[in-house]
């Protein structure tokens, strides 16, 4: 997940969280690799832990403006919160992705987007009801 490079978290936090958690769930069960999903979840808990610090006091992730670090951390922030979710000790993150998911351009992307969530294979789909802070 990244937000912006001042943060110094890589975007392939989120990614590697979800490619082993969606990955792992269409192998054949004799091919899973539950350790290497464990360790993608521990990696994104602690990307969250750092976030939320970065986040604190901050509407964006680089302060008051949007940015492209913005609309780089909303879907990677979308996608995880159904691996682990925001709303679970993380109140300044569920709040951020709140925020983007209200604004106007990505909440049309998540619409045209929901008819496809039935698609992911997590038993936890995507939705477009934000997360509680």
Not at 29 to 54: M, Q
Not at 105 to 114: F, H, K
Request: proline share 8%; with cysteine; charged share 25%.
């Amino acid at each position: 997940m990244r937000l912006g490079c001042s943060t110094g978290c890589s975007a392939t936090t989120s990614t590697s969280a979800c490619r082993r958690s969606w990955g792992d769930l269409l192998r054949p069960a004799e091919k899973r690799d539950p350790f290497g999903v464990d360790e993608a979840i521990s990696g994104l808990k602690t990307a969250y832990a750092f976030l939320e610090k970065r986040l604190e006091g901050k509407r964006w992730a680089l302060g008051d403006q949007f940015s492209f670090a913005d609309c780089s951390a909303a879907p990677a922030l979308f996608y995880a919160n159904n691996i682990v979710a925001l709303n679970d000790g993380h109140p300044a993150l569920a709040a951020y992705l709140t925020r983007l998911m209200e604004r106007p351009s990505y909440a049309r992307t998540l619409s045209e987007a929901e008819p496809y969530f039935h698609m992911d294979p997590l038993d936890n789909k995507p939705t477009l009801t934000p997360p509680v802070a």
